[in-house]
């Protein structure tokens, strides 16, 4: 089945604890993102990456980092997370060509006290 | 200034109605133009795809662009309570980069 996973669904941390989103998908795209959901802003890019070890600033970098050593993983990194950090995110994926399909992971709901 | 804008809502309608869904932009070099569809605790799922201005039309589902405007609306007809989503626009300005910019959604509710 074709699709993007995301661990963990739900994580709930201290400021400073550093921690990892893990993003996968099978489906061999090019290209994957992290979008971040809170309400009242919608959806918003944090950091997106057209092919491996090629990564570029979304729309809300600030305090996070990500890496693409392999096609068909997108970590996404808190190095010192905040409470600002608290949001629903997301992570992407789709093909270099055709429509711009982005196939969405289910979500993981992050709470930093 | 958002560069997209979306009514949150919450739009309430009866089973049966068109809804209608809007998005205005400020960026005139947005070409292509989105609508997901979320369902609550879900990751958002691709409805629509259009580029350039004009209608395309998928089932009951009506996606129009007038660029000259900078305004795009997703109509839906003969709404049914499994079309309760929140619908979000998004857009780009150049075809297959992966960066898009969002609207911030509109909650819709079909009542049976």
């Known amino acids: 089945e074709a699709q993007v996973t995301q661990n963990p669904r739900y994580l709930i941390t201290v400021t400073g604890k550093k921690l990892t989103v893990t993003c996968s998908q099978n489906?061999?795209?090019?290209?994957m993102s992290w979008y971040r959901q809170d309400p009242g802003l919608g959806l918003r890019q944090i950091y997106y990456?057209?092919?491996?070890?090629?990564?570029d600033k979304g729309d809300v970098p600030e305090g996070y980092k990500v890496s693409r050593k392999e096609k068909r993983n997108f970590p996404l990194i808190l190095e010192s997370p905040s409470p600002n950090q608290t949001s629903l995110y997301f992570c992407?994926?789709?093909?270099?060509?055709?429509?711009?399909?982005?196939?969405f992971g289910p979500g993981t709901r992050l709470l930093v006290l | 200034q958002k560069e997209v804008e979306q009514d949150p809502g919450p739009l309430s309608v009866p089973e049966g109605a068109i809804v209608s869904l809007n998005c205005t932009y400020s960026?005139?070099?947005?070409?292509?133009f989105m609508w997901y569809r979320q369902y609550s605790r879900k990751g958002p799922e691709l409805l629509m795809y259009?580029?350039?201005?004009g209608n395309k039309e998928d089932g009951r589902f009506t996606a129009q662009v007038d660029k000259s405007s900078k305004y795009i609306s997703l109509f839906i007809r003969d709404s049914q309570p499994s079309d309760s989503a929140t619908y979000l626009c998004?857009?780009?300005?150049?075809?297959?980069?992966?960066?898009?910019?969002f609207g911030q959604g509109t909650t819709l509710q079909v009542k049976p």
């Open positions: 990456s057209m092919n491996v070890e090629v990564t």
């Open positions: 259009t580029y350039s201005s």
């Open positions: 489906m061999n795209h090019e290209y």
């Open positions: 960026n005139s070099a947005f070409q292509y």
């Open positions: 992407a994926s789709s093909l270099a060509s055709g429509e711009e399909t982005q196939y």
């Open positions: 998004a857009m780009s300005g150049r075809r297959n980069t992966g960066k898009l910019i």
